[in-house]
């Protein structure tokens, strides 16, 4: 499993774009990258996943550079609501059962 | 459709007792895990179920004991709890097909 590198904390204002990078150099080729979001005291919840390029669904865009060494989680216009925590994970999801979470990124938006 | 249930949502042991921690899920999936969240820290796998009747270990399995009792239910048993087993508890399911976990909403476990 790859390992992932993410800021511990990042501090936002409402209205503004948030962009959350993960690193993770030894990433495999048949590694996917995946995010996590968890609001205090309720079990995380999927956000968005990717293998290269862009990705967006109705929640966020995840970009991945042609490398894949490092993924960028982007977050428009955040609301209060938005604080939490974000994991970054990185693993061969459809052949590997194991899920491993790292520390995450401590999210907080201001008003 | 529920997703994934846990029970209890809160307990509170003494040093030695034990308990086991219940964990179904309704979505069909073949996949279950049981994570620890220690307060301020991300999530760490304890054991994980690839299918009914397999179980492996996590990242920290020491103390615990896990069943796959059939393909809906996945439970957590502590033999002897010890302080340091004082934790928010979160099992997790997800289809084999499929790259996304849903989670409960966690047992919140103290033990004195």
């Known amino acids: 499993l790859a390992k992932t590198t993410q800021p511990i904390s990042m501090d936002s204002y409402e209205g503004q774009e948030v962009n959350i990078t993960c690193s993770h150099n030894?990433?495999?080729?048949?590694?996917?990258i995946t995010w996590y979001q968890q609001f205090p005291s309720q079990g995380p919840r999927f956000i968005i996943q990717?293998?290269?390029t862009k990705v967006t669904n109705e929640v966020a865009s995840l970009f991945i550079p042609a490398d894949r060494k490092s993924s960028t989680l982007s977050l428009p216009r955040v609301s209060l609501s938005d604080t939490a925590v974000y994991y970054c994970?990185?693993?061969?999801?459809?052949?590997?059962?194991?899920?491993?979470f790292g520390k995450g990124t401590r999210l907080h938006i201001l008003p | 459709n529920a997703g994934v249930t846990q029970t209890p949502k809160f307990q509170v042991l003494k040093t030695g007792q034990s308990m086991t921690l219940q964990c179904a899920q309704d979505?069909?999936?073949?996949?279950m895990y049981w994570y620890r969240q220690d307060p301020g820290m991300g999530l760490r796998l304890i054991y994980y179920?690839?299918?009914?009747?397999?179980?492996d270990k996590g990242e920290v399995p020491n103390g615990y004991n896990v069943s796959r009792l059939n393909k809906r239910e996945f439970s957590l048993r502590l033999e002897s709890a010890a302080p340091s087993q004082t934790s928010v508890y979160f099992c997790?399911?997800?289809?084999?097909?499929?790259?996304?976990?849903?989670f409960g909403q966690g047992t919140r476990l103290t033990v004195v």
């Open positions: 997790a399911s997800r289809d084999r097909e499929d790259t996304e976990a849903f």
């Open positions: 030894n990433i495999a080729t048949n590694d996917y």
């Open positions: 990717g293998y290269k």
């Open positions: 994970l990185v693993g061969d999801t459809y052949r590997d059962d194991k899920i491993i």
């Open positions: 979505m069909n999936h073949n996949s």
């Open positions: 179920s690839a299918s009914e009747g397999t179980t």
